[in-house]
């Protein structure tokens, strides 16, 4: 008797896989309609970043330690990314700031946001 199951629930997985194969088809018509945004967005992330810049390094003046300085680092490599960003969206659309590359600006940037809390 369970192996009737089985087989039965075989056969409608095979026969329904086309629903089961990208249930992340909803997502692609909003995901399209974002990409209008991307310009918008990536303009705001290079302001926000520009700001937090300039405040870690203003902080790191007034207090020299080695933690604000990893910080004020990985706030920059931040404004270095979104710059970038912002280039690439006018000169080499996505060929420049592809996922591998943003990838390990992501790495460096946590790295040193590791390094700064849990250096003495």
Not at 14 to 37: K, L, N, S
Request: glycine share 4%; charged share 15%.
């Amino acid at each position: 008797m369970s192996s009737r199951i089985v087989a039965v629930l075989a056969v409608l997985l095979f026969v329904c896989a086309g629903v089961f194969a990208t249930p992340w088809d909803i997502f692609r018509q909003p995901m399209q309609e974002i990409d209008y945004a991307a310009p918008i967005v990536s303009w705001l992330v290079f302001a926000v970043s520009a700001v937090l810049f300039a405040i870690s390094v203003v902080a790191l003046r007034k207090k020299h330690s080695e933690k604000l300085l990893w910080v004020s680092f990985a706030f920059g490599l931040v404004f270095i990314k979104a710059f970038l960003g912002v280039i690439d969206i006018y000169f080499s659309p996505g060929e420049f700031m592809n996922t591998s590359i943003q990838g390990f600006f992501d790495l460096l940037i946590m790295g040193s946001f590791f390094v700064a809390l849990f250096r003495k």
